[in-house]
């Protein structure tokens, strides 16, 4: 395996920025990672090797004539595949959008190519971001590097299990109830969901609107904050784009640090009925995080016992209306029944063979969500359990800088365990979903390998709206005490994939 | 007990336009049951009064000036079109024939 | 599809009292759509005033016009509607091909304006106060054109095609509440009701208004109920209805055949029924059933809309007098006769004359142009009068040359023919056309001497006092001048040269 993977995104910046590795390199590089592992974890759903090295090009070119480059130019990096891009097909995981070409780019796309990283392909996840394991991908589940018989989380398993498989330093996810943070605990690596609004959707095929949103997936906190520091900012073409800067994580990450900051414990997220030794890990961090100097205060969030209720109204109901332009007309897959069809014969057999399983049985939920006589009882009440929720955090971080929780109740689980039990594999997203009902910003970092069956366990940090600043500070802090015990990085403990 | 049947899940299916078998129909009556008993205790903890959040962050007034901005070429908007006739979208007949 | 039995109109509403209900949609002429910048014009190219918004693909958002709101709370307040304070939009769910999303963005419980009033004057002098329940901001669909099968019709084509030109175009849809006690006026009152929206959007300048091009369209919606009873009928609403008359005919078409049907012991369905121009009737459309399930809910890609008191009362300050009271001011300072005044009302020709008025033409030379010759030519020419190529500016000139005795009638007509096709404004084409009158006494007089040399009988009976003899010399000293001379300066100076000589 080559070095040049190993390293951090920060790393491969400072070597191609002093000139000692090009960014021809450090792309070839991984495009060899990719060809060597990607078959077996099965990460991309199409990969762009050539495109990403006409791109390094570019960039050494330019470097070598002495141009002043964006931060994290010749950077590679892979996109999850329900982002809109020109160059690749963009299926989100459904044979309804097989081989269709976007005509325009996404905002976060548009950012990545002003920012010169060469983008090696269009990542694998649940058919438009809805499961929690990729196992509802039309095109077949992603594995976690650490155990091939394990799902890499959902629904952004193909961009965790990208990252921790080496076969990009950084990728792009979106979150909608914890699908880049929970492929990140279960992977071991690092995901951000940032402010709502903080990352622009434009481009962003939508699953729930008032739910998602766009972050970075990285092997370490610092990486992840050069990540949102180029994706973040406000985007004229997103009405709920935030209009103010959050500020720089990069500095808020160097500068990170736990002493004097109150972390409150969720009494409802604080473990009960989650796997041993996910316990075990979590209750190792927070004794780190006192003996660092911080304080842990308990919190009381009694509404989050409705979190994934509300979550399953408000987001098949949003999602039901998202997806009806999956219709036959204008793009994607048109099924045309014998005979002579109406347009609404036609709509409907191509839906009913375009979509999987899970995104027709949301669909299903949410148009009954939504229908007349059921509002009230289930899309408005759900509403209305999100006022408790942000009602929750307020009073929480009013006692509290930062929360904290396990990322997961389980470590990765493995193929088959879930996939035809809808609310158990619910239950995944019960720690990761509150923040996007609120908004607020979201992190997860790897905290250690459960004793049960040596796979990572995730801790979860939860910050105020636009305060996502702080997620890196805390995040950078736990993560550099931990990687002091360990003398490396939870990731060199991954077992290396030497598959063909 | 849920008032899921497996009527409502066809007209369900009618209005979001898909043509489930009768095997899904069977399938998502039980499914759909078990899920909507589950988020019914909802109504548990809210009441009239609860303010409903239909957007997490307090934004208002967003609006974009009355500037033409660049469209898309007839042949980008068809690009991904299935089917197409004389710089239109073509689909079958709207109404059965009568 | 038989045609429908029809009761006697007055036999109907004796029988029934008559409720009105009427949906109007303004198209607004913001330069670019209502969610994205698109241009809004949809005569051009099929599908070429499109992007990912309005074509609805993959992970586009709107954002909303400024323009566009401020236009509909300047609609709202025109007629006479509170401000919602914190409204927003939400999507109405169902499936179309010309809707690009398969959900129209619009608002529902939160209009952008309510609780409105309108006074409405019809024909025959009669006010009514419709009640005006919401205007809401919403966008259009795409438009269809359907292949195969007969006329283009959408029954038995064989498929159609999608333009997504007009998609996200701005709407403004304005719904009265329920309008009783019209009587046999219901129709005329729908009518006018319409024609006053149209005044207004138009005075707003926030839209074209051309009902032909569909820029005011009109739903009606029409029950019966015998007279006496309480509770409301069933009603149909009839779309499509896309002219003034067309909405006077299609109600009363409505009444009839309802009336028809009700005493027939029938009962009506309540449904969407079409309005056919050719044949004046209407036809059934689809039933309103449970597939009417829109699942309204807030529009998660958009944030609310707060007007602030200060963008209303500004907007406030700046709207145009109301039509209706510009009329009746109008009316009193131009001091037309009545049936004057409603014939340039109702010929559409109210503006252009306020206007010449404006460049200085007296009204009544205004009315005289424009009523008379530029209508008479834009009739032949199958043109509206507002196609012709005159300025009021340019009729305020060619009168202002009449009243001053440099051109007569009849060259004043030349001028405007020669302005209409283009050769400048009157008193250029006076000049280069060298049209001015003779004035020049001498020229006349020596022309007149010999008129009357020639006709030393006319001559005779002038000096008998016969002074309608005078005509003969007046005509040939005219003829003599090639029209260019003041007839009445010419009379006076033959009755001088006669008397003298």
């Given amino acids: ?500 | 007990m849920s008032e899921i049947t497996p009527d409502l899940v066809r007209h369900l299916a009618g209005l979001a336009r898909i043509d489930l078998t009768e095997d899904e129909v069977v399938r998502f009556t039980e499914q759909l049951s078990v899920i909507v008993d589950s988020v019914a205790k909802i109504a548990n903890i809210i009441d009239a009064e609860t303010p409903i959040t239909s957007h997490p962050i307090p934004l208002a007034n967003v609006f974009r000036e009355d500037v033409v901005l660049p469209s898309l070429t007839q042949e980008q908007a068809l690009s991904g079109a299935p089917d197409q006739a004389q710089g239109r979208f073509r689909v079958s007949a709207i109404l059965d024939e009568e | 599809m038989a045609k429908a039995n029809l009761m006697d109109y007055e036999k109907a509403l004796e029988l029934f009292e008559v409720v009105i209900g009427l949906e109007v949609h303004v198209e607004l002429n913001t330069k670019t759509k209502m969610f994205c910048g698109c241009r809004n014009d949809f005569g051009d190219e099929p599908n070429t005033n499109v992007c990912p918004v309005c074509i609805g693909l993959p992970g586009s958002l709107p954002v909303v016009n400024r323009k566009a709101v401020e236009s509909s709370i300047a609609i709202g307040l025109a007629i006479g509607c509170k401000i919602e304070a914190n409204g927003g939009f939400s999507r109405k769910n169902y499936f179309y091909p010309d809707l690009a999303k398969n959900y129209q963005t619009s608002q529902f419980k939160d209009p952008i304006a309510y609780d409105g009033q309108l006074e409405v004057e019809v024909p025959s002098g009669n006010k009514f106060t419709v009640q005006i329940e919401r205007a809401h901001m919403e966008e259009d669909a795409g438009k269809l054109t359907h292949i195969g099968g007969a006329t283009g019709r959408i029954q038995g084509a064989e498929y159609s095609l999608v333009d997504y030109n007009r998609a996200g175009v701005p709407l403004v849809e304005i719904v009265t509440r329920p309008i009783l006690g019209a009587g046999s006026e219901a129709p005329e009152l729908a009518a006018a009701y319409v024609r006053s929206i149209r005044e207004i959007v138009k005075a707003l300048n926030v839209s074209e208004a051309r009902m032909e091009r569909g820029n005011v369209r009109c739903d009606a919606n029409v029950s019966l109920r015998p007279k006496g009873q309480e509770k409301l009928g069933t009603r149909t609403e009839t779309k499509n209805v896309n002219s003034l008359r067309s909405i006077e005919r299609a109600v009363r078409y409505e009444i009839q055949r309802q009336a028809q049907i009700l005493a027939d012991g029938g009962s009506i369905i309540q449904e969407t029924r079409h309005w056919h121009e050719d044949k004046g009737s209407t036809s059934s459309g689809r039933p309103k059933s449970d597939a009417d399930d829109y699942r309204y809910f807030p529009e998660p890609d958009l944030v609310p809309v707060q007007p602030s008191i200060e963008l209303i009362e500004k907007l406030r300050s700046e709207l145009p007098e109301n039509p209706a009271a510009k009329r009746k001011r109008l009316a009193g300072e131009w001091g037309f006769a009545e049936m004057e005044f409603r014939d340039v009302v109702n010929a559409g020709l109210m503006d252009f004359i306020e206007e010449a008025v404006a460049e200085g033409a007296k009204p009544q030379a205004a009315r005289k142009w424009y009523s008379g010759e530029i209508a008479r030519i834009a009739n032949s020419e199958d043109k509206d009068v507002s196609e012709m190529n005159i300025t009021p500016a340019q009729v305020a000139e060619l009168a202002r040359l009449v009243e001053s005795g440099k051109i007569n009638d009849r060259i004043a007509r030349e001028v405007l023919s020669a302005v209409l096709a283009g050769e400048g404004n009157p008193d250029e084409i006076v000049t280069s056309r060298n049209l001015e009158v003779v004035s020049d006494d001498g020229a006349l007089i020596a022309a007149i001497d010999e008129a009357l040399a020639k006709q030393p009988d006319v001559l005779e009976k002038i000096r008998e006092g016969k002074l309608q003899a005078a005509g003969a010399v007046i005509g040939a000293v005219m003829q003599a001048m090639k029209g260019q001379a003041d007839a009445a300066r010419v009379r006076e100076l033959v009755l001088e040269r006669a008397n003298r000589a």
């Avoid at chain 1, 006589?373 to 009602?391: E, H, M, P």
């Fill in chain 1, 1 to 500: 395996m080559s070095e040049l993977i190993k390293k951090t995104a920060a790393e491969l910046v400072a070597l191609m920025a002093k000139g000692e590795v090009s960014s021809v390199e450090v792309t070839q590089a991984h495009i060899d990672q990719i060809n060597k592992v990607g078959d077996a974890v099965h990460s991309f759903l199409f990969t762009s090797a050539d495109s990403a090295l006409a791109t390094a090009k570019e960039v050494d070119r330019r470097r070598a004539a002495g141009e002043k480059l964006p931060t994290l130019a010749g950077l590679p990096i892979a996109v999850k595949d329900n982002l809109a891009t020109t160059d690749a097909p963009t299926t989100a995981g459904s044979k309804i959008l097989e081989g269709w070409i976007s005509p325009y780019d996404a905002t976060v796309v548009t950012k990545l190519r002003n920012e010169l990283m060469p983008i090696l392909g269009k990542t694998n996840l649940d058919e438009f971001a809805m499961g929690s394991s990729t196992e509802f991908s039309a095109y077949g589940p992603s594995k976690n590097p650490w155990d091939l018989t394990r799902i890499p989380g959902g629904s952004g398993g193909g961009s965790s299990s990208v990252v921790a498989s080496f076969q990009a330093p950084l990728a792009i996810g979106s979150d909608t109830g914890g699908s880049i943070r929970f492929p990140g605990a279960v992977t071991g690596t690092v995901g951000t969901k940032p402010t709502y609004g903080a990352v622009s959707r434009y481009g962003l095929i939508a699953l729930a609107s008032s739910l998602d949103q766009i972050g970075p997936v990285a092997r370490n906190v610092l990486d992840a904050a050069y990540l949102q520091d180029v994706i973040a900012g406000h985007d004229p073409y997103d009405s709920t784009s935030l209009t103010q800067s959050l500020g720089s994580m990069v500095e808020a990450a160097k500068s990170g640090s736990v002493k004097g900051k109150k972390f409150g414990l969720i009494k409802q997220l604080a473990g009960e009925g989650f796997q041993q030794g996910v316990k075990n890990r979590f209750a190792e961090a927070i004794q780190l995080i006192t003996e660092a100097g911080g304080e842990i205060v308990e919190v009381d969030c009694p509404s989050f016992d409705y979190a994934i209720d509300a979550y399953y109204l408000i987001l098949p109901a949003e999602a039901s209306s998202n997806l009806a332009k999956f219709d036959s007309v204008r793009f994607g897959m048109r099924v045309t029944p014998e005979g002579n069809p109406t347009i609404e014969k036609v709509m409907a057999a191509t839906r009913e063979l375009g979509f999987g399983p899970e995104v027709k049985r949301r669909i299903i939920l949410g148009t009954y969500a939504l229908s007349a006589g059921s509002f009230d009882k289930f899309y408005g009440a759900a509403l209305k359990v999100r006022t408790l929720i942000q009602r929750d955090f307020d009073n929480a971080f009013s006692k509290a800088d930062i929360l904290i929780s396990p990322t997961a109740p389980t470590t990765a689980f493995k193929f088959g365990e879930k996939v035809a039990d809808p609310l158990a594999m619910y239950l995944n997203d019960i720690a990761t979903i509150p923040a996007n009902l609120a908004g607020i910003p979201g992190m997860s970092i790897p905290i250690g390998l459960a004793d049960e069956d040596n796979l990572p366990v995730g801790i979860q940090f939860l910050a105020p709206n636009y305060q996502d600043a702080k997620l890196y500070e805390v995040g950078a802090a736990l993560e550099g005490i931990l990687e002091g015990i360990w003398g490396k990085r939870m990731i060199d403990f991954a077992p290396n994939l030497e598959v063909k």
